[in-house]
């Protein structure tokens, strides 16, 4: 019997959007290295090439950097259509892009509002929307959506993140159940507290509070979070959709 890696990515193409930095870059180096070829997906093309060379340079399998705008559909699906043109193949999704505008209500514009659902809510389901239509032919799919605890819990100062990333919650669970009988599996990774520039911005009495409210006490990583979605996108989690898989420290426990 050949004996196969744990969570081996052998043979997949993997789109990861905000691949750029941070969260997103971590996942596309955990999958490059587990053997899949990854592609790098993020507005910031330049830093996109940038990651992409290094993943390419460090793994000995492909990796492609693209432009993309999710919240726009015409974006999304030409990015879904390039990778399918350039692999053959789309097996795994990862929704990662998101953006803050964090600021109280009573101080928040319509355009605060709208940019981050566009961005965190919409944007997921324009990608998704795209890679579904190819993963449907294939018959085979990973998606994962990167949500929040945030989204679980709520945070003061981010009614618009908190409700994106809740909307992404639902928005898994519906299209786990939509498109399971052609063995597409729909999962959310929950972070708690990761050091990345989308955090940068708290005030340091919020990352105190968080930090008080964090049971191992201690923030996580971007390395941490790429590992629950690896697991997720990989044959060993073949049997799991629709769920929410919270890498928190323990900050919320549902």
Same mark, same amino acid.
């Given at each position: ?22 969260? &997103?870059?971590?996942?596309? =180096? ?6 899949? %070829? ?7 093309? =330049? ?19 693209? #432009?993309?705008?999710?919240? %726009? ?28 505008? %964090?600021? $109280? ?15 965190? $809510? ?34 003061? &100062? ?46 340091? %009495?919020?990352?105190? $509070? ?5 049971? $191992? ?5 971007? =390395? ?8 997720? #996108? ?7 959709? &629709? ?12």
């Amino acid at each position: 019997m050949m004996n196969i890696p744990f969570c081996s990515m052998e043979g997949r193409v993997a789109i990861i959007t905000g691949a750029a930095r941070g969260i &997103g870059r971590a996942i596309a =180096e955990l999958l490059a290295r587990q053997g899949a %070829d990854v592609v790098v997906a993020d507005m910031r093309l =330049e830093e996109a090439e940038t990651t992409a060379k290094a993943i390419a340079s460090s793994y000995s399998h492909k990796s492609l950097a693209l #432009a993309v705008n999710v919240a %726009d559909w015409e974006s999304s699906k030409t990015m879904v259509e390039q990778v399918v043109s350039h692999f053959g193949h789309l097996d795994i999704l990862v929704n990662n892009a998101g953006i803050t505008r %964090d600021t $109280l209500i009573m101080r928040m514009d319509e355009h605060d509002w709208d940019i981050v659902l566009d961005v965190n $809510l919409k944007g997921a389901f324009n990608c998704s929307k795209a890679a579904v239509r190819q993963m449907m032919k294939q018959r085979y799919g990973r998606i994962i959506n990167i949500s929040s605890v945030s989204g679980q819990a709520g945070q003061v &100062g981010q009614t618009n993140y908190s409700a994106s990333k809740a909307g992404l919650i639902g928005f898994t669970k519906a299209l786990a159940r939509e498109v399971a009988s052609r063995q597409i599996t729909v999962n959310a990774v929950a972070p708690g507290f990761i050091p990345t520039a989308l955090t940068s911005d708290l005030a340091p %009495d919020l990352k105190e $509070l968080i930090l008080k409210t964090t049971p $191992l006490n201690r923030m996580g990583t971007p =390395e941490e979070i790429a590992n629950a979605v690896t697991f997720l #996108a990989s044959e060993e989690a073949a049997y799991i959709t &629709g769920q929410v898989l919270s890498v928190d420290g323990g900050m919320v426990m549902m």
